[in-house]
């Protein structure tokens, strides 16, 4: 089955403890994003990557890394999570950054509560 | 930079009849594309319906369509005969045609739909 996973689906943590937030597709596609969910405000882009060892920041990137060594996955690191951080997250991929009619595919969400 | 604003934070539809969300957007570009979006409890997000700027046409998809008013940067979402189903967070996103740009999608805000029995 053609999908995004997302891991882990809730996580609980503790100021400045690193966390990884791990994102994978089985469709080949070039094209990934992570984009944070905060009530309000819809979805915001963190970061997205357009290809293997390509990535950009996106609208809200602070306190945020990304890394794309492989097609399929594209982490979402946290060094040192702070409150603000606590959100709901996305991972999403798309056959090609500039296909742009062709449509996100997201991941269940990972919810990150941050103590 | 472009905004997306739905300003009906919460909707409700008796079952089996017809809504509309609304969905405007500020753009000095002349070609886009424009999505609805779909989030049930589940948390999926699921693609309803896409728009291209260029098409003069609006974009149907069994009981959801859109009205897209290009000059007044408009875009809302008629679903009819509506179903409980269809209860969930509806969110419409703008992508840019433009290399370089195209790259991020915008979402509006959200409008939370309730569907009664």
């Known amino acids: 089955e053609a999908q995004v996973t997302q891991n882990p689906r809730y996580l609980i943590t503790v100021t400045g403890k690193k966390l990884t937030v791990t994102c994978s597709q089985n469709m080949n596609h070039e094209y990934m994003s992570w984009y944070r969910q905060d009530p309000g405000l819809g979805l915001r882009q963190i970061y997205y990557s357009m290809n293997v060892e390509v990535t950009d920041k996106g609208d809200v990137p602070e306190g945020y890394k990304v890394s794309r060594k492989e097609k399929r996955n594209f982490p979402l690191i946290l060094e040192s999570p702070s409150p603000n951080q606590t959100s709901l997250y996305f991972c999403?991929?798309?056959?090609?950054?500039?296909?742009?009619?062709?449509?996100?595919?997201f991941g269940n969400g990972t919810r990150l509560t941050v103590t | 930079a472009q905004t997306v604003t739905q300003s009906q934070p919460e909707m409700s539809v008796q079952e089996a009849e017809t809504v509309t969300l609304s969905c405007t957007y500020d753009t000095s570009e002349s070609d886009y594309y424009l999505f609805w979006y779909k989030q049930p409890p589940s948390r999926q997000m699921i693609l309803v319906i896409r728009q291209e700027a260029y098409k003069q046409q609006n974009a149907t998809e069994n009981r959801f369509s859109v009205n897209f008013q290009k000059a007044a940067k408009s875009f809302s979402l008629k679903i009819s005969d509506s179903q409980l189903g269809d209860a969930a967070m509806y969110f419409c996103a703008y992508r840019s045609a433009i290399s370089g740009s195209a790259r991020q999608l915008t979402f509006g805000s959200g409008t939370q739909l309730t569907v009664l029995p």
């Open positions: 999403a991929s798309s056959i090609s950054g500039t296909v742009l009619n062709s449509p996100l595919h």
